[in-house]
């Protein structure tokens, strides 16, 4: 299908993913900045153009992905723009992609909110998008037990100890105990690409897409799982951190792209 290695980190931007040819991705799974004022970043300065910038990658992805694939954006608010999830999540369908729905992350791990004006804040969305209606999610590849195993057999669907575990995922933080511990500011658990890559992808030849790679979170898991990947991140400060996560990790090439 391409020349890249099985696993590919690219240091550079992605809105233009040139490494890619159009429908070579089956899964992207990211999670882009938020616009909360994080050090990394420093590619726009307002909201309106954090969003044209987001707008510029969503359009790559969508030339990159194959009609059959699937798109996972997790993005979370914060109190004061409660609606930024839902207009990053417009500006995508707006692209064209069909909104297959959104999933409820419980994070089991959040930052305590004082006073007495907001109740914590436990939850991210995933927000799920196809490139066509012409998708399937392979929703027992991330199924949970019975809970009453009388339901085995007694419904068509119910052929094993499996069902659909649903639109809400509880996934907990990894969390560390030090700051000098924290690798990225801004890092999704393993089991997040994991769970979409499960659902999303049923060919050990698919590529899974990241193009907002930051620590590498998303090749660890497609390669645990046996599928090709590739990410992109524009901060050069990250490969250290990259290579670090991803040691261990065979057939991996890094590209600096300027
Ligand atoms: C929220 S973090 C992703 C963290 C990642 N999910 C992980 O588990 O480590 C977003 C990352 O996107 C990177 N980024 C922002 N704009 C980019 C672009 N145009 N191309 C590639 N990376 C970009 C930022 O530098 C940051 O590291």
């Known amino acids: 299908m391409d020349n890249?290695?099985?696993?590919?980190?690219?240091?550079?931007?992605?809105?233009?993913?040139s490494e890619l040819a159009s429908g070579s991705i089956q899964v992207c799974v990211t999670s882009p900045p938020y616009f909360r004022n994080k050090k990394y970043e420093t590619q726009y300065s307002t909201y309106p153009e954090y969003r044209r910038y987001l707008i510029g990658i969503w359009k790559e992805v969508n030339r990159v992905l194959a009609d059959s694939g699937l798109l996972f954006v997790n993005i979370g608010n914060s109190f004061d723009n409660?609606?930024?999830?839902?207009?990053?999540?417009?500006?995508?369908?707006d692209l064209g992609f069909?909104?297959?729905?959104?999933v409820i992350w419980v994070k089991g791990h959040h930052s305590p909110v004082q006073g007495e004006t907001h109740l914590n804040h436990l939850y991210e969305h995933i927000f799920i998008f196809s490139k066509t209606e012409g998708y399937s999610l392979n929703?027992?590849?991330?199924?949970?037990?019975?809970?009453?195993?009388?339901?085995?057999?007694?419904?068509?669907?119910?052929?094993?100890?499996?069902?659909?575990?649903?639109?809400?995922?509880?996934?907990?933080?990894?969390?560390?105990?030090?700051?000098?511990?924290?690798?990225?500011?801004?890092?999704?658990?393993?089991?997040?690409?994991?769970?979409?890559?499960?659902?999303?992808?049923?060919?050990?030849?698919?590529r899974i897409l990241d193009p907002f790679l930051g620590s590498g979170t998303t090749i660890l898991a497609a390669s645990e799982l046996g599928r090709k990947s590739i990410g992109y991140e524009i901060n050069p400060s990250y490969e250290k951190i990259i290579r670090k996560k991803l040691n261990g990790v065979e057939e991996l090439r890094f590209i600096r792209n300027s």
């Open 139 to 206: 929703r027992l590849a991330i199924g949970v037990p019975y809970k009453d195993k009388s339901n085995i057999g007694r419904w068509k669907i119910a052929k094993q100890d499996l069902r659909c575990r649903g639109d809400v995922w509880h996934i907990n933080y990894e969390t560390v105990q030090k700051h000098s511990e924290k690798m990225h500011d801004a890092i999704f658990p393993k089991m997040l690409p994991e769970m979409c890559i499960k659902l999303a992808s049923k060919r050990k030849s698919d």
């Open 82 to 93: 409660q609606f930024k999830s839902h207009e990053v999540a417009r500006d995508v369908v």
């Open 4 to 17: 890249l290695a099985k696993h590919a980190v690219i240091i550079g931007d992605s809105r233009k993913m």
């Open 98 to 102: 069909h909104f297959v729905q959104p």
